[in-house]
């Protein structure tokens, strides 16, 4: 397949989708999502999910399509992305992508090495360790198993923790070694933009956002799902903050506090993420200057 695929990255609450639809108005085409939580229903005010005015402007796909207890790969969402790009790109030039979430970027533009999908009982195993003896245990597992990249992935993350066990599991290789193997060259154009901000302007829009969801709904969105909680989609900022309130562990305005803090400290990560990538041409928000740069790029 030929075309160019337009990826707009950056930290959480720095405007990717407004530039994005934006983009997508100019360029007259769709938007693909890389956000590995908005991908699940039910879930749009913790997840930010583009507003309504914002999915009616701009084909979306990759949005709220999936159940909540539904196990969803960066594997199975490169080969579903490619797929569908497959058939975008018989209609269009330009395609956008936009997304925060590191492994579903990486996934769409260099591939996931053929790592095995996930295991439906391991991951029952592994959380069961995690429920009852803790990540330390987790994280010594991963020691044993790849101290290469024991040394490298945020140990306080879960998620990432028991992915990388399960791939060490299933394939009986080092997950380290699988992420460095040879990466797929796609057969079209990828043009990356970024959005940045002062840490200390992103920072007080993540707490403006937060205050958003609270007068929004999160709550009650929360307590809704609150039966799906041992999912993966929900072990995430804003939804594991009000289940510990729910638990009687917190006070509401702990969560909240909370859920600011943590999502400015995903911020953070991403921004380390994204620092490393030196194919991302940043920008301010306001530039005027992403488009007629996307244009000098285009193929």
């Known amino acids: ?109 260099q591939g996931m090495d053929d790592m095995p999908d996930v295991n439906p009982s391991l991951r029952r195993e592994l959380r069961q360790i995690l429920l009852y003896e803790g990540l330390e245990t987790l994280c010594q597992k991963l020691l044993q198993l790849d101290p290469k990249y024991y040394m490298q992935v945020d140990r306080q993350n879960p998620q990432r923790v028991m992915r990388a066990l399960e791939v060490c599991i299933q394939s009986g290789k080092p997950y380290s070694k699988i992420r460095q193997e040879q990466k797929r060259q796609r057969s079209f154009n990828i043009i990356k933009v970024g959005i940045s901000y002062p840490r200390d302007v992103l920072y007080e829009r993540i707490n403006q ?57 995903y911020a953070k990560r991403q921004m380390t993420w994204f620092r490393k990538d030196t194919d991302i041409s940043w920008f301010s928000p306001s530039s005027e200057f992403v488009v007629p740069y996307i244009e000098s790029h285009l193929k």
């Open 1 to 109: 397949m030929s075309g160019n695929l337009i990826m707009v990255v950056g930290p959480t609450a720095s405007g990717k989708s407004a530039l994005a639809v934006s983009l997508a108005k100019h360029f007259s085409t769709c938007i693909i999502s890389m956000d590995s939580r908005q991908f699940y229903r039910n879930m749009s005010i913790g997840t930010a999910v583009p507003t309504k005015e914002e999915l009616s402007q701009a084909k979306h796909y990759f949005i709220q399509q999936r159940d909540i207890w539904e196990e969803y790969s960066a594997g199975q969402y490169e080969r579903d992305a490619l797929c569908l790009l497959d058939e975008l790109f018989k209609i269009h030039n330009v395609v956008i992508a936009v997304g925060g979430s590191g492994m579903y970027i990486r996934a769409l533009e």
């Open 209 to 265: 956002r937060v205050d958003k969801m609270i007068s929004s709904g999160l709550e009650a969105e929360a307590r809704s799902l609150l039966p799906f909680r041992e999912n993966n989609a929900l072990r995430t900022v804003g939804y594991s903050e009000m289940f510990r309130y729910f638990d009687g562990e917190i006070s509401f305005d702990e969560a909240v506090e909370q859920i600011k803090q943590n999502t400015r400290h």
